[in-house]
């Protein structure tokens, strides 16, 4: 199976920012393990990054348009706590979607405990660092089989 993995604002800068919360393995270290993952279990995965919504939205769209991918996942940053354009976009593809969160968003801020996100994707995983990632592919692969 093929999947997209889009990380959204601020998450190009993982690995150096807030390391206590995110942990010290760059954005690029992390998306080299989800690949061997990936390709240990037959699978591929490509990989987008922007700091800007409209350049996400856009990558939905053409994931769908394209129908390059089985299933996609999302760390939307902190659009994932407000962005409804995100939410359409994601609604408007037929492509499951899983929100994914390195950081356990629930025992943190209050604003982090509400996502726009969630109710059009198809599961969500929060809370294991990178590992995140991972379960969120468990999770899609499982789903996708059915
Ligand atoms: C995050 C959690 C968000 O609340 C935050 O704004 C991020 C990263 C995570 O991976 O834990 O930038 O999505």
Redesign the pocket.
């Known amino acids: 199976m093929k999947f997209l993995v889009i990380n959204g ?3 190009n800068l993982t690995g150096k920012r807030e390391k206590g919360v ?1 942990g010290s393995a760059s954005l690029d270290e992390i998306n080299e393990k989800i690949a061997a993952y990936c390709a240990a279990n037959g699978d591929q995965a490509d990989f987008y990054q922007s700091n800007i919504e409209g350049e996400l939205v856009n990558k939905l769209h053409e994931a769908f348009l394209d129908k390059a991918y089985d299933g996609i996942l999302l ?4 659009f ?2 407000y962005s409804y354009a995100l939410r359409d976009a994601i609604a408007a593809i037929d492509i499951p979607v899983a929100e ?4 356990n ?1 629930h025992a ?1 801020e209050e604003f ?1 405990h509400n996502s726009v996100l969630s109710e059009v994707c198809k599961g969500v995983v ?1 809370g294991f660092g990178h590992g995140s990632y991972i379960a969120a592919i468990v999770g899609l692969k499982d789903v996708l089989a059915k």
Do not use: D, F, P
């Open positions: 604002v601020n998450l995110y760390n939307a940053g902190a994932t706590h994914v969160h390195m950081s968003v943190r982090r929060c």
